[in-house]
C-alpha cells in the first residue's frame, strides 16, 4: 500500500507564503501524477495543481501565477509552493497519487490525511 503524509501547513497573513509537502512511501511501483486538492467548509473539493510524471503541470484559474507545483522523482515527494495567500486560499490542503503497485494491474488513487491552511489577520 501507499502511504502519503502532508506537512507544512499553519497560520499565515494575508500575501504571505507557505510551503507544502507530500512524502509517498510504500511498495510503489510507479507513480502517473501526483496533485494538490483543497477542501473548505461548505464548498466542494477541489483540484489545486497537479504534476506528472514527465514534469507536466495543470493549476486552477484561480491560483495560477499565486502557487507552484514541483516534486522530488527519486524521493516521491511533491511540493506546493503557495505564494501571496489569499483568505480564501483558507482550506484543508489533501495530497493525492495515482499510483501502481508492483504486479499488479490497475492504477489507484491514494490519499493523504490533509494538512490545514489558514489565511488570516
Known amino acids: 500500500q501507499v502511504q502519503l503524509v502532508e506537512s507544512g501547513g499553519g497560520l499565515v497573513q494575508p500575501g504571505g507564503s507557505l510551503r507544502l509537502s507530500c512524502a509517498a512511501s510504500?511498495?510503489?511501483?510507479?507513480?502517473?501524477?501526483m496533485g494538490w486538492y483543497r477542501q473548505a467548509p461548505g464548498k466542494q473539493r477541489e483540484l489545486v495543481a497537479s504534476i506528472t510524471s514527465s514534469g507536466g503541470t495543470n493549476y486552477a484559474d484561480s491560483v495560477k501565477g499565486r502557487f507552484t507545483i514541483s516534486k522530488d522523482n527519486a524521493k516521491n515527494t511533491a511540493y506546493l509552493q503557495m505564494n501571496s495567500l489569499k483568505p480564501e486560499d483558507t482550506a484543508v490542503y489533501y495530497c493525492?497519487?495515482?499510483?501502481?503497485?508492483?504486479?499488479?494491474?490497475?492504477?489507484?488513487?491514494?490519499w493523504g490525511q490533509g494538512t490545514q491552511v489558514t489565511v488570516s489577520s
Open positions: 493525492k497519487a495515482n499510483a501502481q503497485l508492483p504486479g499488479n494491474y490497475f492504477w489507484y488513487d491514494y
Open positions: 510504500g511498495n510503489i511501483f510507479r507513480i502517473s501524477v
